[in-house]
């Protein structure tokens, strides 16, 4: 398996409490992606980053925000979390995009009530 | 826009029978396709890529560009393929950057 670490790997938190979700990586990979999962919409793309604080959107941006200091670590916050938000969260990463696949972390749930 | 359809959320298939999992994609350039499998509560994995065209686990994918699908298929369905599956779709979004962009999945059980 990759060398993709998430954390946590579970969270229970209340509406309007800001969350971060951590990736880290051992790969040395320049693409890192985060993604949820929810049944009936198959995995979406939150945002991604090509390079150390280089981020863009994906499909499902609205209400997340991501940062990334260095190559091995790409983190997620909802600044103000809302149950909209209670997903499976995956990190992803990859060498290039295009032609080379993707490997992906654990997940993790976050519930919010 | 790029776009993957899988049409059946749900497949249920006997053991030894065959398994076709359907992939049909829209996108306008070259597209790299791909399978994932998710084994419960695990994180996914590749299964196969279509520029590979390689056999894992028994399992095959042709790329058809003038039906523009992807289909995946294994010819005798074994127990432990019961998983959830997804398409993907490699292409390049309006950054410049290519992303994958995901079906909905298809979830196969295979009963004994």
């Known amino acids: 398996d990759a060398g993709i670490t998430q954390s946590p790997r579970h969270k229970v938190t209340e509406t309007g409490t800001p969350v971060t979700l951590r990736c880290h990586q051992t790969?040395?990979?320049?693409?890192m992606y985060w993604y949820r999962q929810d049944p009936g919409h198959g995995l979406r793309l939150i945002h991604y980053?090509?390079?150390?604080?280089?981020?863009d959107k994906g499909e499902v941006s609205d209400g997340y925000s991501v940062s990334r200091s260095k190559t091995e670590d790409f983190l997620l916050t909802l600044e103000s979390a809302t149950s909209s938000q209670t997903s499976v969260y995956f990190c992803?990463?990859?060498?290039?995009?295009?032609?080379?696949?993707?490997?992906f972390g654990d997940g993790t749930r976050l519930s919010i009530l | 826009a790029q776009r993957v359809t899988q049409p059946e959320k749900l497949l249920s298939v006997f053991k030894g029978a065959p398994v076709e999992l359907k992939c049909n994609y829209s996108?306008?350039?070259?597209?790299?396709l791909f399978w994932y499998v998710q084994y419960s509560r695990q994180r996914l994995q590749l299964l196969l890529r279509?520029?590979s065209r390689e056999s894992i686990k028994g399992f095959t994918a042709d790329l058809n560009k003038g039906e523009t699908s992807f289909h995946l298929k294994k010819p005798f369905a074994q127990e432990e393929d019961s998983a959830m599956y997804y398409c993907?779709?490699?292409?390049?979004?309006?950054?410049?950057?290519?992303?994958?962009?995901f079906g909905k999945g298809t979830m196969l059980l295979v009963s004994p």
């Open positions: 980053s090509y390079g150390v604080k280089d981020t």
């Open positions: 790969e040395n990979h320049r693409y």
């Open positions: 992803a990463i990859g060498p290039s995009p295009g032609n080379q696949p993707q490997h």
């Open positions: 279509h520029i």
């Open positions: 993907a779709l490699s292409g390049l979004g309006d950054s410049g950057y290519s992303t994958l962009t």
């Open positions: 996108y306008s350039g070259s597209p790299e």
